[in-house]
C-alpha cells in the first residue's frame, strides 16, 4: 500500500496539495471573521461562528489527522511552518496533539485495567463505567478540558527537548495573536471563544462515533467506518476509520484500495460500519446500546456485520 511521487514538493502524493489548500483558506477564513465582525451585525456573525466550529472539527480530523501520520512535504521546515500555521487556525498545538494521537494508537480505545487505567487517553472508556462507553455529553464536552499539557510537555521533552519547544511555540504563537486581537477587540474574542471551544467539542463528538460500537479487542474492528461519499470527499476519507486504525500509515489517498484488500476479514470480524458521517453517528438506525455483559465483553449484537 506504500504510495510514491515525483514531486520535489510533496511527499506522499500531489494530491495533498488539496488539503493544504483547505487550511490556507480556512486560515483566511479566521482572518476574515475578526474583520467581519466590525462590520456585520451579531446574527449575521452566529452562523459565520459556527462555520469556524465546524471547520475546526473538519481540520483536525480531516487536514491535521492525515499531516500528523504522512506530513506532506519533503521539506522538514515547510513541514514545521504548516504545523505552526495550523497551530494558529485551529488553536492548539499541532506536537501536543501528535503526542496524544500516537498513544491513541497505541490504546486504540481500549478498556481500562484493573485500575482504571486506559492507555489510549482519548479513549471512549476511559471515563466510563462497569466497561460501558462513557455518556456522549459527558465525553463531548468535557474531554477539553481532560488534557494535561504539563504531562504530555514533560513526554515529549524525554523524545525531543527540540520538539518540545516547538510544541511550546505553537501554543505561544497562537495564544500571543488570541491575546493581541482581544487586546484590539475585545468583543470580538467574547465573541470569537465560545465558537472555538465548540468546534474543539465537535471534533470529540466526531471521535466519539469512530470507536462506538468498535471491538477493542480485534485490531480489524478498532475502529467504525463510515463510507458517507461527501462525507469522505469532504473530510479526506476520514470516514475509512476502521481501515486507518488497521494499518495507519496508510496515506489518505489509498484508503478505498485498502478497503477493498480487506473487506472479507472485516466482514468476517464483524467491523462496524455506519451510514451517516461520524459527527451524526447518533443518527445511525443499527446504533448498538451503550450496555455491556458483566464479564466485559460486549453484549451480542453491539458490533453490526460490515454492510
Not at 499531516?67 to 494558529?88: D, G, V
Not at 481532560?146 to 511555540?169: C, H, T, Y
Not at 466519539?208 to 480485534?218: A, E, Q
Amino acid at each position: 500500500m506504500s504510495i510514491k511521487t515525483t514531486s520535489r514538493v510533496f511527499a506522499y502524493s500531489r494530491y495533498d496539495a488539496v488539503p493544504v489548500l483547505t487550511a490556507f483558506l480556512q486560515l483566511a477564513y479566521v482572518i476574515g471573521l475578526y474583520f467581519a465582525f466590525k462590520r456585520l451585525p451579531i446574527w449575521a456573525m452566529i452562523p459565520l461562528g459556527l462555520v469556524y466550529s465546524v471547520s475546526i472539527s473538519w481540520n483536525i480530523n480531516g487536514v491535521s489527522h492525515n499531516f500528523l501520520h504522512n506530513p506532506y512535504f519533503r521539506s522538514a521546515f515547510l513541514n514545521r511552518c504548516f504545523s505552526c500555521m495550523e497551530s494558529i487556525t485551529c488553536g492548539f498545538s499541532q506536537v501536543f496533539y501528535e503526542n496524544v494521537h500516537k498513544w491513541h494508537h497505541v490504546g486504540n480505545a481500549d478498556l481500562p485495567d484493573d485500575q482504571g487505567e486506559t492507555v489510549d487517553p482519548l479513549s471512549i472508556y476511559k471515563h466510563g463505567h462497569d466497561g460501558r462507553p462513557e455518556n456522549p455529553w459527558t465525553y463531548v464536552f468535557l474531554s477539553f478540558f481532560r488534557d494535561d499539557p504539563k504531562a504530555m510537555f514533560k513526554e515529549i521533552w524525554r523524545r525531543s527537548p527540540r520538539l518540545a519547544m516547538w510544541g511550546v511555540f505553537e501554543i505561544v504563537s497562537f495564544m500571543a495573536l488570541y491575546v493581541a486581537a482581544g487586546y484590539f477587540n475585545w468583543r470580538f474574542i467574547v465573541y470569537f471563544l465560545p465558537f472555538w471551544y465548540f468546534g474543539h467539542c465537535l471534533s470529540y463528538l466526531n471521535g466519539y462515533y469512530l470507536h462506538y460500537g468498535g471491538n477493542p479487542d480485534v485490531p480489524i474492528a478498532w475502529g467504525v467506518s463510515s463510507y458517507h461519499k461527501l462525507y469522505n470527499w469532504i473530510w479526506f476519507n476520514n470516514g475509512y476509520h476502521a481501515e486507518h486504525h488497521y494499518r495507519p500509515r496508510v496515506h489518505w489517498t489509498r484508503m478505498k484500495a485498502l478497503r477493498e484488500e480487506i473487506k472479507e476479514k472485516q466482514r468476517v470480524a464483524g467491523t462496524r460500519v455506519i451510514v451517516p458521517p461520524h459527527a451524526l453517528g447518533f443518527w445511525d438506525k443499527d446504533l448498538p446500546r451503550r450496555q455491556w455483559a458483566e464479564d466485559g465483553e460486549a453484549v451480542k449484537g453491539a458490533q453490526q456485520v460490515t454492510r
